[in-house]
């Protein structure tokens, strides 16, 4: 008799199945209540659930782009649409060329892998539970986010070209080498008990789908390039006040906002990495539901905070707080309660409301909001970690989100510094004013559309 | 020799193999045609499609969203972006808070479930054949569906605040008690032969996927709104004409429809409610195909009789026939044919074109056209269920309808009427006629847009 | 013992398991290294690829929409909205009542199938390893996107009911004849070793996804309209000028480009038909990554040779880039390696850079550049399968391109040439003037944008 299945994660049902081969009566007990997914059938599983929660989370290449282009000025529409599109791409080849082994190849505990591209095996010949083709897109486009949030606050005036160098060293090198530190198996999430990070601190450090790894990182890069290229003119004067910038579309800020709502049950859905058992399954399935949790406490918060501060309640601030409330259950979407999600998010909602202003306080001029909501919501989500998780501690948090955020910001500070310093990051004046449609793509966005007498 | 897995709902042939098993000749012949999927397999492709299907719906919300912002004024677009983004939050939260408990837990034959918030077990201890938060999921999405369609027939002349709110007791109560009464098991659909419904009508309640439950129901609740609110400002003059207040941007009311569309699959095709065998597979994929007909066909008719009556196709005609096609076939995506689903939907659009010239004589301001598509529409797919599926009655569909139909109706008034007596409903003239998005909100949706001129 | 499962693609391992029943050790042996997904549960998973990938293909209708309309100018863009609904819509009932089956039934060998409608079995009662209706799905919203390829091209210059019935006659006839060729295992695609194309060109015709079959099929439809129709209105001066008539809404193109890059995943994907084991799941995933990494390539050359040309990038090229790297890949999207990949889609960036212009100089008007993308490319990636597909040869590549390419042109222009005489093709020049919106819509698309005075 022959147990012919590798029972997932129960090899002492199959032993005793096997040895129940020789006693038909007990065979047919075990025939009542048999357990697990084929071992080939979870390779399906698994790799579908890479393909389709990386289309969804390429998608938000999609929602980012409509967002940003809702939220700045006509002027600069089709810069900042090019900039989004050419953006996946360069982020979608440099994964292959270099970042996927940078943060996947043999890290082994230390602070970089092989600075190789990703090769992939014939089709059939994976090792392991997945495809390696579908993990290596499921990575990608984690990787592009990153890329998609930096693009967002420095918008309206920057050079293309610099943009997407910048955007070549983040996605093949700065991202990848941060995200070897715990995806990668590196120092930060060493499972060792004598490791470093385990003695330090007590447990490793904690990110599930990138509170840290992706969001806070696109928002240090993007924090970084804000302070270094200064605010678009005119939007602090002299005398301190803020001049509004309206952004020139709502509806598709709107939709971009869904769009990346949508995508994300992919990214914290697809981090779960497998759904061949019922575990894992019923795990991702929990995830959507605080996913969603956490984004809707976000717009509530948000939107209350608003009104009451307020007395309106600005679109603007809804979207934010719908990303922020993802943003913050990102760094664990499956051990809080539905409750604990609310409120993880609900706080991503109220991070926005308060930040947005203080932002425009220290005259850091961040376009589409991505600092507070990738970066100060990403850090808060990171911090939340250990409320509802027994693996985590305070300590691995800290030093996880300190470590990743040094990093980050130095490797591009450095990258920034060195474009300007070449090739110059800024348009000129007459450029920017004039907008970058015309300037740099030599194409409006909407070349139809109003009197021109609107537009600032 | 052991029959190791539980065949799906073929316990003979488990038990057939079983008996093989002493006999190697025999077990040749089973072994080249064994049937059903393993047990634990089915868990987790039940699981995927909630998940998949899930998120194709909470897509929806995106596309009512960029419908109605195409199909309002210009003024009132932020309003509108800011409305659909608030009441999917709204929905997700309350239908965990209350609804899915109200309308699953516990009702057994009667009208209403348990007051309780929706608990989910620990990853992998989910009991049945499905993991309980991907279910909560997909039945959370349709309750906001419910809620995305009043939103856009009353658009344009009602506040904020007051909208959010009945949205809170529509998604915690409203929806969730009448479809208790037949997707809960409640008395629409008793079992038990004895039933009053069965023995009255001859059979229970049918409504697959919601004609009825949801469509209908949103529409309800937005006429008795559209009533009580009255038409906006200037719709109908003093002397019977109508004032055509065209939408402001067709292109993403075209956008919003081919959501729809798309998300409608998952509408339909989640509501087999499982996936995980070769019955179930092609069932999904049998009511993929008759949704595409009966879509197709609500655009083809609504087009044609367009043609023929009035000698052009008004674009918003072609789209609210296939949002009406759509509607029509939900109600029983899986018995007709194809040539039955393509008359279902086709009689969907003429019901469109027919109903919104109607409206507007009965003076019935609907923005969007939501009660031709989701209310008229809705009737008509729940009527014609009899005509393909056997286990139907006209009586029992007509008892759900009125019955439905009733309850939602009085309900929504009641708590229109409280809102409108505490709060109130709409903003004043002067609000209104500057538009909701200055009023409300505080910023245009497109700033830089247009010279005013046109503008109504 | 019984060997319960078949197993996919291994009958020889199947039958060393029976064997191995005899012998617990061999058994034992044998349990640690099982292989295979039971063939109910590949049922499933190629079903769900269908389901899947279909849905992706059918979100491609709405990219395509939001592409034109956006790349045509304001005027026009409520037509190209009901071109594009009303067109998915008719796919969708032409290929059911003919088109499926003229591709698919009984062509054996030749050169069409039946002229019958599609019928679907009872759910369950589908023969072969997955559900007819699911492939009847997707099979469908191929033949919608050859539809879709034709409407941008000629957009702007012709009548609505004209291109309906164009639309018509290529979804049930045009399209599905010469898809029968090779997809429906006519004479292209003779398995036979004596069969005249293995004779002639020492392999079959290779196209996986329809480089030549869906999309030079649209190009070559939509040429010959364009050549027909002639040239917009003023878009080619007396004197060889070139006026440029700019698309009105350049983040829609983008959306609808994003849309198209998404839906690409199920075009190129769901085109290995099958994801129920091992081997193709990982096929499905490297398909993922290479139609990718095509796209990305079509991108960056593009951007790159424009800015070296013109000194600034066009955000339509770096669109159109995407969109030809993706087409180019498309008749081989599994043999490639990542590197080859990015080079076949490179060229595919290169040709749209260089066959915009020249088009222009040739004064055939083509709005969205679909002729470039769509044809052009879609003829190079059919010319490079033979450098990485072994079964392949140039002759027969060209075999197919040519008399595919012949066919459709003929056919095409036949078509057309009988509604020019009948019912005519091009609204006369105050329509066109005027806008086809006003003219045969009856609705403007923005009615509130814009002075007027910006249009042409």
């Not at 032993?15 to 390779?43: C, E, R, T």
């Not at 969603?292 to 707080?321: E, P, S």
């Not at 922020?324 to 604990?340: F, M, N, R």
């Not at 955020?405 to 450095?414: C, E, H, N, R, T």
Request: hydrophobic share 50%; aromatic share 10%.
């Amino acid at each position: 008799m022959t147990s012919i299945w590798k029972w997932s994660g129960s090899l002492a049902l199959a032993g005793g199945l096997f040895l129940a081969g020789n006693d038909p009566g007990l065979a047919q007990d075990a025939a009542a209540a048999p357990k697990g997914v084929p071992i080939d059938s979870q390779y399906v599983f698994n790799t579908l659930l890479f393909l389709i929660a990386g289309f969804l989370v390429m998608w938000m290449a999609a929602g980012f782009a409509m967002l940003e282009a809702g939220m700045v000025r006509s002027k600069n529409v089709s810069m900042q649409c090019t900039k989004n599109i050419a953006l996946f791409a360069i982020a979608g080849i440099m994964y292959w060329a270099l970042g996927y082994n940078v943060m996947y190849d043999g890290v082994d505990g230390g602070f970089i892998g092989s600075l190789t591209p990703k090769s992939i095996p014939e089709p059939g010949s994976d090792p392991g539970s997945y495809s390696a083709a579908s993990d290596w897109f499921f990575q990608m486009v984690f990787c592009a986010t990153a890329a998609s949030i930096v693009s967002g606050t420095i918008a309206e005036r920057i050079k293309l070209w610099p943009f997407l160098i910048f955007v070549a060293v983040l996605t093949s090198l700065i991202y990848p080498i941060q995200g070897a530190w715990k995806w990668g198996a590196g120092w930060l999430a060493s499972g060792a008990d004598t490791s470093w990070i385990k003695t330090f601190a007590g447990a490793e450090f904690q990110d599930f789908a990138g509170s840290t790894l992706v969001h806070s990182t696109g928002g240090w890069a993007a924090l970084v390039g804000a302070l270094l290229l200064g605010a678009r003119a005119g939007k602090y004067g002299p005398n301190g006040q803020i001049n509004p910038m309206p952004g020139s579309n709502m509806p598709l800020a709107t939709l971009g906002t869904f769009i990346l709502w949508l995508g994300w049950f992919g990214f914290n859905g697809g981090s779960q990495l497998a759904m061949g058992t019922l575990e894992d399954a019923s795990a991702v399935s929990r995830i959507f539901m605080n996913t969603n949790l956490a984004a809707a406490g976000g717009v509530v918060v948000a939107i209350m905070l608003n009104q009451l501060f307020y007395g309106k309640v600005d679109l603007t601030m809804a979207l934010n707080g719908a990303l922020a409330g993802l943003v913050a259950i990102t760094a664990e979407p499956l051990t809080p309660s539905p409750l604990w999600s609310l409120i993880i998010g609900g706080l991503g909602g109220a991070i926005v409301v308060f930040a947005v202003p203080l932002l425009d306080k220290l005259k850091i001029d961040d376009v589409v909001g991505a600092i507070p909501v990738h970066l100060l919501a990403g850090i808060w989500g990171t911090l939340a970690v250990p409320l509802t998780n027994d693996g985590a501690t305070f300590t691995a948090q800290i030093v996880g989100i300190v470590s990743i955020g040094l990093f980050v910001s130095v490797a591009s500070l450095v990258v920034w510094l060195l474009l300007k310093m070449t090739m110059g990051l800024r348009p000129s004046v007459e450029m920017e004013t004039g907008g970058l449609d015309i300037g740099e793509i030599g194409l409006e966005a909407y070349p139809e559309f109003g009197s021109g007498s609107q537009r600032i």
